[in-house]
């Protein structure tokens, strides 16, 4: 079975321009995360979406945002992109809204975004 | 203020001993913690789990332990084998909020 899958996996942009991230959940998996890890820390929540609906949203200014698909996809953009972008994001999904402990959620492997 | 946290940035451990990787956390409406390992260009993949009504969970060389009064945990490699050697992280969760991460512990298991 396939599991998360993020594109691209590596991205180079510049100051100010807008980028665009992809994430296809695990079949069946109705909830999808979206998380920021800088370097030397842990991964930083930015939104969660479930049935398609925003369930939530992390310390992220408004250059952020996200949407979920029909079939459960997602979208992570951001606008006028900073040097402290710079990161890699990534995107988990799970069965039910928000992980819990025994249906954790599930990462994909990210997309290493540079700021130039 | 960090919710979860992970004093030591590195632990290097011998093949065949035991590896105890340390998570505190501040926030008492913590339902549930879990560890994550990651390894270089993947994700974070899940590894173990422990309801805060547990003190023990145990799965086959992983052993996670809570101490609620202490707001403390730590999971327990044994025996330590090279390919365990990743970053390994302490997350927590209440009700249905996301996961909150502390900042990982780089596991080196030496052959």
């Known amino acids: 079975d396939a599991g998360v899958t993020q594109s691209p996996t590596h991205l180079i942009k510049t100051r100010g321009q807008h980028v665009t991230l992809r994430c296809s959940p695990i079949?069946?998996?109705?909830?999808v995360s979206w998380y920021q890890q800088v370097l030397g820390q842990g991964p930083q929540f930015i939104f969660q979406?479930?049935?398609?609906?925003?369930?939530g949203r992390g310390n992220f200014p408004d250059r952020f945002s996200a949407r979920q698909f029909p079939n459960y996809s997602s979208e992570l953009n951001v606008n006028a992109l900073l040097l402290g972008d710079s990161a890699l994001y990534l995107c988990?999904?799970?069965?039910?809204?928000?992980?819990?402990?025994?249906?954790?959620?599930?990462f994909g492997d990210g997309t290493r975004l540079s700021i130039l | 203020d960090q919710q979860v946290k992970q004093n030591s940035p590195s632990l290097s451990v011998q093949e065949g001993r035991i590896s105890i990787l340390n998570c505190d956390y501040t926030?008492?409406?913590?339902?549930?913690f879990l560890w994550y390992k990651k390894y270089p260009a993947e994700g974070p993949t899940f590894l173990i789990s422990?309801?805060?009504?547990?003190d023990k969970n145990e799965d086959g060389r992983f052993t996670v332990f809570l101490n609620k009064s202490a707001k403390h945990l730590s999971l327990h490699i044994v025996p330590s084998q090279p390919g365990d050697s990743a970053v390994y992280f302490c997350?927590?969760?209440?009700?249905?909020?996301?996961?909150?991460f502390g900042k990982g512990t780089r596991l080196s298991v030496i052959a």
């Open positions: 988990a999904s799970s069965l039910v809204l928000g992980p819990t402990g025994n249906q954790p959620q599930h």
């Open positions: 979406y479930y049935e398609k609906e925003e369930r």
């Open positions: 997350a927590a969760i209440s009700g249905n909020t996301p996961l909150v």
């Open positions: 422990i309801s805060s009504i547990k």
């Open positions: 926030n008492s409406m913590f339902d549930y």
């Open positions: 079949s069946g998996h109705k909830s």
